[in-house]
């Protein structure tokens, strides 16, 4: 696993499809293309935050999806497998973590 800094993530370039799923990624000046079925990662909506210390014993709260764990591939052969979210700010992407 590549470390990535928390409090400075790293800026990356991400391509979807209609749906809103990863297709590609330029990471580091690098195209990679995604080779697998991307993973949503979830968490709690925005919208129920303000309501998150209280449990009311039934289930969870409403989650969505708040980021994309794929594999991704370069055209000379590196793989690796990026955790990726939109910026806070804008319709960005950052890297959350990557793993060799």
Do not use: K
Request: glycine share 6%; charged share 25%; proline share 9%.
């Amino acid at each position: 696993m590549v470390p990535i800094d928390a409090q400075h993530p790293e800026p990356v370039r991400v391509t979807t499809d209609n749906a809103g799923e990863p297709r590609r990624i330029v990471w580091r000046a690098r195209r990679f293309r995604v080779t697998d079925t991307p993973t949503a990662l979830v968490g709690t909506a925005d919208w129920w935050r303000p309501f998150d210390p209280y449990t009311f014993g039934v289930g969870h709260p409403p989650l969505c999806i708040a980021g994309w764990r794929f594999q991704a591939t370069s055209d000379d052969g590196e793989t690796h497998v990026f955790d990726v979210r939109h910026a806070a700010e804008d319709d960005d992407w950052v890297l959350l973590r990557t793993f060799d």
